[in-house]
Nanobody, 115 residues
């Protein structure tokens, strides 16, 4: 079993920054991919960024140059640094871990970008 708990969501003004954290506990295998996703009201969930256990990263075009995903293996934590936030970044952000063909999800944290 794997548990994921996100934190760091908040209300921020356009142009502001936030850092989201996702702590993973339970059985973590050597090879995995962790990701951040978001879902805005009325929209489908979309992938934002991902990082592998080998530190390979990928980003959605909408966040390239603004968001940075990173991980701290010692703390079993994955971060999403979000800069220059836009109103359209408003969503519930959730993290996931894919290992051995199984994806586990956290419950999410709300990010609201508004003036």
């Amino acid at each position: 079993q794997v548990q994921l708990v996100e934190s760091g969501g908040d209300l921020v003004q356009p142009g502001g920054s936030l850092r989201l954290s996702c702590v993973v506990s339970g059985s973590i295998f050597p090879f995995y991919v962790m990701g951040w996703h978001r879902q805005a009201p009325g929209n489908q969930r979309e992938s934002v960024a991902a990082i592998s256990s080998r530190d390979t990263t990928t980003y959605a075009d909408a966040v390239k140059g603004r968001f940075t995903i990173s991980r701290d293996q010692a703390k079993n934590t994955v971060y999403l640094q979000m800069n220059n936030l836009k109103v359209e970044d408003t969503a519930v952000y959730s993290c996931s871990i894919l290992q051995r063909g199984i994806t586990s999800w956290g419950r999410g944290t709300q990010v609201t970008v508004s003036s």
